[in-house]
Nanobody, 123 residues
């Protein structure tokens, strides 16, 4: 069973950049559509971005369009989320997830989840 581990989170200032990575073990990500979600304190987990297994199709939440970019390297078994122009409202735990289905904005379409990485953006 594939296991996902996120990294790259941290404390940054508004306007800064972070790059999150998700590494897989126990299986290949080549067969999965991948997504990033986030959960802020006291809020529900929400969709951020998704990418098809071949990497040609990407999808974004409206609040990150033009700022975040999802990408994948199937040879390295990794998925990344480049986050530019960060805002305090981007503060959350960010989760990587894998879906055997097509890329989706829905949490329950994802079969495997990482433990999350904290992103904190100060104003």
């Amino acid at each position: 069973q594939v296991q996902l581990v996120e990294s790259g989170g941290g404390l940054v200032q508004a306007g800064d950049t972070l790059r999150l990575s998700c590494a897989a073990s126990g299986g290949t990500l080549r067969s999965y559509a991948m997504g990033w979600f986030r959960q802020a304190p006291g809020k529900e987990r929400e969709f951020v971005a998704a990418i098809s297994w071949w990497g040609r199709s990407t999808f974004y939440a409206d609040f990150v369009k033009g700022r975040f970019t999802i990408s994948r390297d199937n040879a390295e078994n990794t998925v990344s989320l480049q986050m530019n122009s960060l805002k305090p409202e981007d503060t959350a735990v960010y989760y990587c997830a894998a879906s055997v289905s097509t890329p989706s904005r829905r949490i329950y379409d994802y079969n495997h989840w990482g433990q999350g990485t904290q992103v904190t953006v100060s104003s």
